[in-house]
């Protein structure tokens, strides 16, 4: 992009009185502004920029231009899976018959849709070895809400009061959150030097506290990438207590067809489709974090549910519909329920229907033999990195990792070069920086996640680079702090933004250019 | 590198008491400042507020992570840094001369379970 010619704003090209369309002739002026009450109506005008479309067109064309995706380059961002969207998965959810739905369709003119709710859910079931899922959230984030919600309900149901929530100091920050948006109070369990969690603290916990305590919260393979070999022990310690244990899905990647939470012990768990089952991840969605319970707790799940109610063997040609809606307590039109114990609705209607049909055509297409390699590869990747890399990055945990490995920095920390200088530097080469600066365990982290669809030739030229970056620090550091000097934008100033972030174009604006 | 200053009681979560008469004054070590990196915010209680000892008092913001500052001892507050409202960066600065607290100690026995600066050097290794 030519940041001269391109590089601005869309209000720095507006200029007053510019239109990009008209309104039709025949348009309805009928309605004024005047039949609205007075506290509904602007007192000033929207300030929208005014442009032409052609400006408008080129305006986004070159803001496109410097979007990163996996469709880009290497994107190996630690603890996010951002792995490559199949071509196909879009073109399902592109079909007519599947976008052109509306959500309060009567059940007998959607039954494609529904079974593909159901089948996923079914699915979704197997490969993690618990006995339901609801799809209906929206994120990980509303996917560990909802979970806690239920294992609320389940506790409330059985005439219980527990308010704690273990959850190990390693965690991703949505746990905690979650948690305490839920209501619930956050005790912390210490991690051993090498990361997994400290099953005497957790002990000595659940003997102070173990009847508040409403579940333990758990990623295995944990943020660090480790998978936690103690895990079946936790699960019997929490379960002894009263506790249920739920299994944050983020780094599922890693397990996938290899072993199962439920089998582990898990009650209930969120799964990330956009991160597991190769769904769009980033740029603010739309996600999807279903909720899979063990059995016993189905009842605790949101509504709506799509359910079956006839088998599958109705004779060809029957119109009888097999598949219908449970809205449970929850009107369709409303969320009501949302506050209410559940069963309960965690939003409108099903969740992200074309995450959800993505996810189904992934699972689809891979079919059972091939989902069992993705944990395999995935792990091998992460492993060959490890490997070829330890000779300069510091890598505070030994032995094999899951499917990502978080180093310590550089190995040489004479030279100054900082975590977040080689991320920048990384840019300057055309890769997606790694996550930096989580897990918090360490003060240089730098995590790299390369998933299972990465090439060893293109894995081996992302080795090339980190080594010469490495090489770089000790011969010319200035260089990697300063970068990156080939992006549109340089080096920010990450604390002015943090002190003092501008968040509006208007407080700069000079009143004239109004 | 870190610099450690002698004479002040430390916590395991790196947080400092420097202890005039019945009063002590809570800040976070130069090893904490380092590994937070630049620092953009700090969240203090008020006056008159208590903090127990083992308990978060509020939290340091770093352009790398939120952290609970952890009251090494228990106290009322007497007194709060407000220069560190709008210069937070003092404590990147001088962590030793920016204390964030001033607490009036309500059980100086306390202060035996924290480490001196020996103790500490070797925790932070």
């Known amino acids: 992009m030519n940041r001269t010619l391109y590089g601005n704003l869309i209000f720095e090209l507006s200029k007053k009185g510019r239109k990009g369309y008209s309104l039709p002739q025949d348009y309805d002026r009928s309605h004024t502004t005047a039949e609205l009450p007075e506290v509904l109506r602007r007192r000033e005008a929207a300030r929208l920029p005014e442009c032409d479309e052609l400006t408008v067109v080129r305006h986004y064309t070159n803001l496109s231009h410097n979007n990163f995706g996996v469709n880009d380059g290497f994107y190996p961002l630690g603890s996010c899976t951002m792995k490559y969207n199949p071509v196909i998965n879009e073109e399902i959810a592109a079909m007519k018959a599947f976008a052109g739905l509306h959500p309060l369709q009567p059940a007998d003119t959607c039954q494609g849709a529904l079974e593909v709710y159901f089948n996923l859910q079914q699915s979704l079931a197997e490969l993690a070895g618990l006995s339901e899922f609801t799809l209906n959230p929206c994120a990980g984030a509303h996917g560990e809400l909802t979970g806690l919600m239920v294992i609320r309900a389940y506790h409330e149901a059985n005439n219980e009061t527990r308010n704690k929530v273990l959850i190990p100091d390693s965690a991703h920050g949505t746990n905690p959150a979650s948690a305490a948006v839920c209501g619930l109070e956050v005790v912390e369990v210490k991690s051993l030097s090498d990361g997994t969690v400290d099953v005497d603290h957790l002990r000595q916990l659940l003997e102070e506290m173990g009847d508040q305590v409403a579940a333990m919260m758990m990623t295995n393979p944990n943020t660090l990438g480790i998978f936690e070999p103690r895990v079946l022990e936790i699960t019997d310690m929490v379960h002894k207590a009263g506790g249920l244990m739920y299994y944050d899905g983020a780094n599922l990647n890693a397990l996938l067809g290899e072993c199962r939470p439920g089998d582990m012990g898990f009650d209930v768990m969120h799964i990330n489709l956009h991160k597991t089952f190769s769904t769009p991840h980033g740029g603010g969605g739309p996600g999807s974090g279903p909720v899979g319970v063990r059995k016993g707790l189905e009842q605790f799940l949101p509504s709506p549910r799509v359910v079956l109610v006839a088998p599958h063997t109705v004779p060809e040609g029957a119109s009888a519909p097999i598949f219908t809606v449970d809205y449970g307590n929850v009107s369709p039109s409303t969320d009501e329920g949302a506050a209410s114990s559940s069963p309960c609705s965690v939003g409108s209607f099903f969740g992200n229907f074309g995450v959800i049909l993505k996810a189904y055509a992934y699972i689809l297409s891979l079919g059972r033999e091939n989902v069992k390699m993705v944990g395999p590869l995935a792990t091998l990747n992460a492993n060959y990195i490890k490997e070829r890399l330890r000779d300069d990055y510091l890598l505070p945990i030994g032995g094999l990792c899951k499917h990502e490995v978080v180093f310590d920095g550089l190995v040489d920390k004479s030279t100054g070069v900082t975590t977040m200088d080689v991320a920048k530097r990384l840019l300057d080469y055309g890769y997606h920086a790694p996550t930096i600066y989580f897990p918090l365990l360490f003060h240089e982290s730098l995590m790299i996640e390369p998933t299972e669809n990465e090439s060893k030739e293109t894995i081996d030229a992302f080795i090339d680079v980190m080594h010469k970056i490495a090489a770089e620090a000790k011969t010319d550091p200035e260089l990697v702090k300063s970068a990156p000097h080939n992006t549109p934008i340089g080096r920010v100033d990450d604390v002015l933004a943090a002190k003092q972030p501008v968040t509006t174009y208007w407080k700069t604006l000079q009143t004239s250019d109004l | ?125």
């Open chain 2, 1 to 125: 590198m870190a610099q450690f200053e002698s004479g002040l009681f430390y916590s395991e979560s790196h947080e400092y008491v420097r202890v005039e008469g019945e009063f002590g004054f809570i800040g976070i070590s130069d090893y904490a400042q380092h590994a937070l990196g630049n620092v953009v915010y700090v969240d203090m209680p008020e006056v008159d507020d208590e903090v127990t000892a083992g308990e978060e008092f509020g939290a340091v913001e770093s352009v790398k992570a939120a952290s609970d500052l952890i009251a090494p001892v228990s106290g009322t507050v007497v007194e709060v840094n407000e220069a560190l409202e709008d210069q937070p960066e003092l404590l990147n600065k001088d962590a030793f001369a920016n204390w964030i607290i001033k607490v009036q100690l309500s059980d100086p026995t306390e202060l035996d379970a924290l480490m001196d600066v020996e103790a500490y050097k070797k925790h932070c290794e």
